[in-house]
């Protein structure tokens, strides 16, 4: 493809990383003193806001109440100056459905909802400025989030993209890499175990080559654990030095 | 106990401490974040020297429970409503200056302010968060091609909005009929018998006055109020130049 370079001779990328390079994560927890839980997370350009409220009653339809379990509600939505050109419809289109609809499927596996049945747990996601994985940036804040509203998890649910240029399998995208129309795997990781929560493709990617890319998508969600782990342990630290223990 | 008392009187706590002129906690702002897009658009036939701006005040689940997923709600629309007043009548633009070629095209300045956390008083931090971002709008050169009657956009050079005058919201709650308390919060709100928005400009004029119902207030009271609402533009135009000086060097 002419023009833009995704990955030069001397193995740098367009931003200056190496393949398996993660950008800079800066995170905080307890953001917001009004919802339950909440955390900020930003990855390189890419913004995100998680916010929890739960467990509390169901809203709406108690018919939907499940009797062993508790509802993981999840809503996806970005901001309408997060990209480019100005997004019309900020919730409710397909791709926030979709999206929105992963983020409960990957959180259902890692909350323990056994202990909180007939009830819900809400979790909500604003992208405020979209450069590529708002997906793994979504995760990682949520799971911020819940950590932050208490609510007891398998595991940290951790998640990157990943991708594959020149035979080499890049880790955490850019919105120029994803633009430029290669392969992209998001990978949504539970670390200790090693179990993958989500995983998610569509592109053409030969067999061969999806080894490679598995295990880039796993080694970067492995570094994206180290980091959130210390966020938590500090915000952990701060907490009681407030609280005066 | 007092967290008891609280939960099973809320008035009469209130109460108590409103007869000390003090309040519970520090004063919270619901937080908001704004940013202004710019686009081309026709201006309207009724008025070919002027440009759009276009509020939107988006109230979602995130920032409190109180709100629902879906199309907007009640008070996103009033909220959006409020904001197109205050931006109209206070003129902070003058919609000329967003006119590029008189009938043929014209700036739309879409505003969009998110709500991130809610803790009572909207009115206030939107007009805040919306003179912060009409202040850091850049609009791109725009010259028509003779030719080709197409718009040429120069992004190098920039130059800022001429921003006319600096409106400030002041909100209160209404308690009891007689109690006026300046920037309420949520509990506030949700406790207050009525509510009442001043929206001041810099020359003490006035530019919006909203008060949505709620218990009555005599004329000297509502005097009270917008000479308390002079005394707070003052402070929060002393703050936001602080803001302004720091943001300057771009």
């Given at each position: 493809m002419a023009g833009l370079e995704l990955l030069s001779d001397q193995g740098y990328r367009v931003d200056g990383r190496r393949a398996g390079e993660l950008r800079k994560i800066q995170a905080r927890m307890g953001v917001f003193a009004q919802a339950d839980g909440s955390a900020y997370i930003e990855q390189g350009n890419t913004k995100a806001l998680a916010v929890v409220y739960g467990p509390h009653e169901i809203r709406g339809s108690r018919a939907r109440a499940l009797p062993d379990r508790a509802l993981v509600n999840c809503q996806y939505s970005s901001a309408t100056f997060s990209t480019g050109e100005r997004k019309r419809r900020p919730h409710g289109d397909r791709k926030s459905c979709e999206m929105g609809l992963q983020l409960r499927q990957t959180f259902e596996a890692a909350i323990l909802t056994q202990l909180h049945p007939r009830s819900q747990i809400d979790i909500y996601v604003q992208v405020l400025q979209a450069d590529g994985g708002t997906y793994a940036a979504c995760v990682n804040a949520a799971t911020l989030a819940v950590l932050d509203a208490g609510i007891p998890m398998r595991d940290f649910v951790c998640a990157c993209s990943a991708g594959f240029v020149d035979g080499t399998a890049l880790a955490d995208l850019s919105h120029v890499e994803e633009a430029a129309g290669g392969p992209q795997l998001a990978l949504a990781l539970l670390p200790a175990s090693g179990q993958i929560a989500l995983l998610e493709m569509d592109a053409r990617l030969h067999e061969d080559h999806l080894e490679q890319v598995l295990e880039a998508a796993a080694r970067a969600s492995r570094d994206v654990h180290t980091v959130l782990d210390r966020v938590v342990r500090q915000h952990v630290q701060e907490a009681s030095v407030l609280l005066g223990d | 106990m007092a967290a008891g008392f609280k939960t099973v009187e809320p008035l009469e706590y209130y109460r108590r401490f409103l007869k000390e002129n003090c309040r519970p906690d520090g004063r919270e702002l619901g937080e908001f974040r704004t940013t202004t897009v710019n686009e081309f658009g026709a201006p309207p036939t009724d008025a070919p020297d002027k440009g759009y701006v276009v509020p939107n005040v988006d109230l979602s689940p995130l920032c409190s429970s109180r709100f629902r997923s879906g199309p907007p709600g009640e008070e996103a629309q009033v909220a959006s409503q409020f904001i197109a007043d205050v931006i109209e009548n206070s003129q902070i633009i003058q919609k000329e200056d967003l006119c590029i070629s008189s009938g043929k095209l014209a700036w739309v300045l879409y505003c969009d302010l998110i709500c991130l956390?809610?803790?009572?008083?909207?009115l206030d931090a939107c007009t805040f968060a919306l003179l912060a971002a009409l202040k850091n709008v850049q609009l791109p050169e725009v010259t028509i091609n003779e030719e080709t009657a197409l718009a040429e956009v120069n992004l190098k050079k920039k130059s800022c909005l001429n921003i006319r005058t600096h409106p400030v919201a002041t909100s209160f709650a209404v308690f009891d009929d007689t109690l006026l308390i300046v920037d309420p919060t949520e509990e506030e709100e949700h406790l207050a018998t009525g509510t009442l928005t001043v929206v001041m400009d810099e020359e003490g004029r006035l530019c919006c006055l909203h008060k949505p119902g709620g218990s009555g207030l005599t004329g000297a009271k509502l005097q009270d109020c917008m000479s308390r609402a002079v005394t707070r533009h003052k402070e929060v135009k002393k703050l936001m130049d602080e803001v302004f000086k720091s943001m300057k060097p771009k």
């Open positions: - | 956390n809610h803790d009572g008083n909207i």
